[in-house]
């Protein structure tokens, strides 16, 4: 049954592109869900990428993060309707073979966001640099508390414990920032400084934000720092700690830097965020489809980098001596950039 399902599917992925085959490129984008902000903006920025190229898109998308079934689903289903290049957002590194299997059948494969830890299952990465996303509201968080900070009891809000790049350069970054020594800068929770609670999967939404903040709360009530994957998590993090009557007084960093997270930093839920362009990542990855499309071109890296970095902005009303940002108004105007 399954497997008539999965052919099934990909019968209707061929009907799909049967005609655009013909008519010109055909693009896959694939996400990690389709209900999270950013990968509506992602798909919007697709799409507004393959209207000005010519290429025809088709978007997939996995149920949450870190589920990866339906991923590799999408990945056969648009190897199978001829896809010239793949976008995605892999949910985690076991997607990996069958983008490996797309590239040996000539696919542009452009990872989004997230690179996979096996160089061979990507051309190229378009993201932020996560590292320095993480490092920004380390910073900021440390700068903000001053003496204190020394003194810091900080949550940890992961997206799960697979130890997935995005996850682990953003955790390792802010706790750089802060200035909490990382042993292995691969996996999450090496470092054995007594100021970190603890980590907690929060599924980067807000359900398992408020969960895994309550977990830690349970843990050390008088928590003042909060980190957070991205701002799902955070707006379920804000509403443990309103919850036991705690939100004043703590500070709440996160990345991401969409519209609805801005406006939670201009009212004081977040403190600041590390904002990134989701959008600009997924349009150029169309451009970069179509110039292979074209004439074989693929794309290259940022100077000095092994990706193409599409740029990150600390975003918060509260600047910090020493610690470069802009302020929400200015937020508002680029967010999903």
Avoid at 49 to 70: C, E, I, R, S, T
Avoid at 84 to 107: E, F, H, M, Q, W
Avoid at 164 to 172: A, Q
Wanted: hydrophobic share 45%; with cysteine; net charge neutral.
């Amino acid at each position: 049954m399954k497997s008539l399902l999965k052919a099934a599917v990909a019968g209707a992925a061929l009907l799909a592109f049967a005609s655009v085959a013909q008519a010109g490129t055909s693009a896959c984008l694939i996400t990690k869900n389709n209900s999270n902000a950013f990968f509506v903006a992602m798909k919007n920025g697709a799409e507004q990428g393959a209207k000005a190229a010519g290429v025809d898109l088709k978007a997939f998308a996995g149920v949450k993060d870190g589920d990866a079934a339906p991923q590799i689903t999408a990945i056969e289903n648009c190897v199978a309707a001829g896809a010239k290049g793949i976008l995605i957002t892999p949910s985690n590194d076991s997607v990996g073979p069958a983008l490996k299997a797309a590239r040996a059948k000539g696919i542009l494969v452009i990872a989004l966001d997230t690179p996979l830890a096996d160089k061979d299952a990507q051309d190229m990465t378009f993201a932020t640099d996560n590292f320095e996303a993480g490092l920004h509201i380390g910073e900021w968080a440390k700068a903000a508390l001053g003496d204190k900070a020394k003194d810091a009891k900080i949550a940890m809000l992961d997206i799960n414990k697979d130890n997935i790049s995005v996850d682990v350069l953003r955790d390792t970054g802010f706790l750089k920032g802060f200035g909490i020594e990382v042993p292995d800068g691969k996996v999450m929770g090496s470092e054995k400084d007594a100021r970190v609670i603890g980590h907690e999967s929060s599924g980067a939404n807000p359900e398992g934000g408020q969960k895994s903040m309550e977990t830690l709360l349970a843990k050390e009530p008088n928590i003042n720092v909060v980190y957070t994957i991205n701002e799902p998590a955070a707006e379920g993090a804000y509403a443990a700690l309103k919850k036991a009557g705690k939100e004043k007084g703590v500070l709440v960093v996160s990345v991401d830097g969409g519209c609805p997270g801005v406006k939670s930093v201009a009212g004081g839920v977040i403190g600041a965020t590390s904002q990134q362009y989701p959008l600009l990542m997924a349009s150029k990855g169309i451009e970069a489809i179509a110039a292979f499309a074209k004439d074989g071109t693929k794309p290259k890296a940022s100077e000095g980098l092994t990706y193409f970095n599409t740029g990150v902005n600390l975003v918060t009303d509260k600047p910090a001596a020493g610690v470069k940002s802009i302020d929400t108004k200015e937020g508002l105007a680029k967010c999903w950039g």
